[in-house]
């Protein structure tokens, strides 16, 4: 019988093997059994990887299709989401509302 790893979450023993993952059933936690990460990696354009949550700095200044407004090099964006498409971050920018940027033209911190 192969040996059950603990969760790397919360370092339960109690995890067990459904198909190709393995679940903590403490804190529904799911990992792979290979140790490969399941979704994509986003970076920045400095090839740093962002995360759910993460607070990025806008590099170059993007105009909003549709308006005359522009996103100003230097601007901060919080709590951002990352998604999967072609604009990986789904955010919030104060005075300009809900808006999708491309990692690419963003630097985290």
């Keep these: 019988m192969p040996q059950i790893p603990a969760c790397p979450e919360c370092g339960s023993t109690y995890a ?7 679940i903590c059933p403490e804190c529904a936690h799911e990992w792979s059994a290979s140790g490969e990460s399941d979704g994509p990696v986003f970076k920045d354009a400095n090839g740093n990887s962002l995360e759910d949550g993460d607070t990025v700095t806008v590099i170059k200044d993007l105009k909003i299709k549709g308006t ?13 989401r990352l998604v999967a498409g072609d604009h990986d971050i789904d955010c919030k920018i ?3 509302g809900a808006m999708k940027l491309k990692s690419e033209f963003v630097k985290k911190g």
């Excluded at 067990?16 to 393995?22: A, C, K, M």
């Excluded at 005359?68 to 951002?80: C, D, F, L, P």
């Design 68 to 80: 005359s407004q522009v996103v100003k090099v230097g601007t901060r964006v919080k709590n951002i």
């Design 94 to 96: 104060d005075g300009i």
């Design 16 to 22: 067990y093997e459904d198909g190709e993952l393995f």
